[in-house]
């Protein structure tokens, strides 16, 4: 019997599933077909929202060429015969548009964390999410499962700094946060608001002047409240990066000044007194 453990995380087992899962020019080949009645969405999928225009572009798609790829899914335990899905709950719901009665599928034995996992990635890889729904999709993978930026970016087969400026977003208050999930901003203005004094009020003159990307930098510089340098010197990389880490981490801006001396200063600021408590449990060893 193969080990669960063997199976976890991003590892050999997921490989070969997410294989499954991801396009691929000949699609495997589907080990039974189910009615769609016997098909249940699992009530623990991190996406909730489907968007009614993109159901009904994939139910005509479905209409003129049937359901290319296979769902994966599992059986239930606690019903004979049907079976929960782990991925392809839109196409699943796009084929009931477009009438199908049944549909392929590859059948997988997962426990609950695999599965969840696996829908978090899938989300990831094929929904048309956006920036800060991705964004969500990392830091669930990352606090869910341990999974650190470098491995996610192997393999998701996205860039480290992509996965670290997107995790950056979710700094920002939650205001501006539903400003881009609404699609009211850009990916582009967000992050011109991560360091910014005061990004509610920001986001908000960028709304009502219809700033461009680009005016938005420039009115965040022109807002940003000057910091002492002791050095005229850029920081090097690897301290960017871990200005970066901590920030996901914290979920919390991190400044790092460090000098060749060997002397620095660690800045973290919080914006609610939320945050300053879970920041001091953190640093004090309470989870």
Not at 182 to 206: D, F, K, M, W, Y
Request: with cysteine; net charge neutral.
């Amino acid at each position: 019997m193969t080990d669960r453990k063997d199976r976890r995380g991003l590892g050999r087992g997921l490989s070969a599933l997410m294989a499954d899962i991801q396009p691929a020019e000949t699609p495997p080949r589907p080990d039974l077909t189910l009615p769609v009645e016997r098909l249940h969405p699992n009530p623990d999928q991190p996406r909730r929202h489907f968007a009614t225009e993109a159901l009904e572009e994939l139910a005509a798609s479905i209409r003129a060429k049937g359901v290319i790829q296979p769902l994966i899914v599992r059986p239930l335990a606690d019903r004979p015969g049907h079976y929960q899905i782990i991925a392809g709950e839109r196409r699943w719901r796009a084929s009931q548009m477009a009438q199908l009665h049944e549909l392929p599928a590859l059948v997988r034995d997962l426990d609950d964390t695999e599965v969840l996992e696996i829908a978090i990635i899938e989300n990831i890889q094929r929904a048309d999410l956006n920036a800060l729904e991705e964004a969500e999709g990392f830091r669930q993978l990352m606090d869910r499962f341990g999974h650190t930026q470098e491995r996610l970016a192997a393999a998701l087969g996205k860039s480290r700094s992509h996965i670290a400026n997107l995790l950056r977003l979710l700094q920002l208050p939650p205001d501006v946060q539903d400003h881009l999930r609404q699609g009211r901003l850009t990916a582009g203005h967000a992050r011109t608001l991560v360091t910014a004094e005061n990004p509610s009020a920001l986001a908000r003159q960028i709304l009502d002047r219809g700033l461009s990307v680009r005016a938005a930098e420039a009115l965040a510089r022109g807002s940003a409240a000057p910091r002492p340098r002791k050095t005229p010197t850029e920081k090097d990389a690897d301290t960017r990066v871990l200005e970066q880490d901590l920030s996901a981490n914290l979920k919390m801006p991190v400044v790092i000044d460090h000098h060749p001396g060997g002397e620095g200063r660690v800045t973290i600021r919080y914006s609610t007194i939320e945050q300053l408590d879970a920041l001091c449990q953190l640093l004090g060893g309470h989870r």
